[in-house]
């Protein structure tokens, strides 16, 4: 006949409610990914406690039932907000925008190797510059490629349309990019084939001049300059919705990322930072006027 061990059920009971209650306060911080990690181990401790249940104790029963609902409320809770977070909400106003890759850490003139590779690529900015121009120096504001800007100024532009010769003919607007928000700057580097967080910025202006394409300028005092240094994917934290198998960018600069999505890379960022006793300032600060807004 089994022996039940009291104190044993009630140590087990008392571990598992600590973790779901992780995964709760995760869950209201919008940590969806964190909070899901945590499942694995929620169900395992719950099917642990199944086993020390004295079958015909009805305190026991109650306290599996109860468990067992609370896990199912949290396992939904935590799909309903991943499935958020993939939607990439226009409204949310956050963006990600695509970059080439640029070996002078997107705050100055890439170099002549890497300037051949991109003149190649289907979105070739690189082929109606003068950047060469300015090798070693900085260049005028505006007058030569994102990305040569991006980590100096903390800007983007929403490019153009061009005609099939290459010309630029049409600029492209963000008509839903918010002031507060966030913008990150992706790319998939030379030497690898995952597309990578490299920086971010809270946005401080939107810019929409007649006659030319929507800039977006951050704040310099929030800014990220070195997400690079800690291999974020960005697939990880955001998928198209219509295709969550997808790691294909597709047409254009610039997407819309949901808060969720952001946080996400943030929080991956800032774990990196504390790992190797980095300033988390920031960090913090950026996460807190997300949550706040």
């Known amino acids: ?14 571990k598992l409610d600590s973790i779901v209650n992780e995964a709760t306060e995760m869950i209201r911080i919008l940590a969806f990914q964190e909070a899901e990690e945590k499942l694995q181990e929620i169900n395992e401790l719950y099917e642990h406690l199944e086993k020390l249940a004295n079958p015909k104790s009805n305190v026991h029963q109650t306290v599996l039932e109860n468990r067992a609902s609370r896990i199912l409320s949290l396992d939904n809770q935590i799909q ?3 499935a958020r977070r993939e939607a990439g909400k226009r409204e949310d106003g956050n963006l ?5 890759w640029n070996d002078a850490g997107y705050k100055g003139i890439c170099s002549n190797e890497v300037y051949n590779i991109n003149r190649r690529t289907p979105r070739s900015q690189c082929s109606r510059s003068n950047c060469r121009e300015y090798v070693g120096k900085s260049p005028p504001v505006n007058d030569c490629c994102y990305e040569c800007e991006a980590l100096r100024i903390f800007s983007f532009g929403a490019g153009w349309d061009h005609d099939d010769s290459g010309k630029p003919i049409r600029p492209r607007h963000i008509w839903d990019a918010r002031k507060g928000k966030v913008a990150l700057l992706t790319t998939i580097p030379h030497f690898g084939t995952e597309r990578l967080v490299v920086g971010a910025f809270l946005i401080g202006e939107v810019k929409d001049d007649p006659h030319r394409e929507t800039y977006i300028y951050g704040d310099r005092d929030t800014a990220l300059d070195d997400i690079l240094n800690f291999s974020i994917p960005f697939w ?3 998928k198209n919705p219509w295709k969550p198998e997808s790691q294909a960018w597709g047409q254009g600069l610039f997407r819309y990322v949901s808060d969720t999505s952001v946080l996400g890379i943030l929080e991956a960022y800032w774990q990196g930072k504390i790992d ?3 300033d988390i300032s920031k960090v913090d600060r950026l996460i807190q006027v997300l949550k706040s807004g």
């Open 1 to 14: 006949m089994p022996v039940y061990d009291m104190q044993e059920f009630k140590n087990n009971r008392e």
């Open 80 to 82: 309903a907000g991943l």
């Open 96 to 100: 990600a925008f695509k970059c080439n």
């Open 236 to 238: 990880k934290f955001h």
């Open 276 to 278: 190797s006793k980095g």
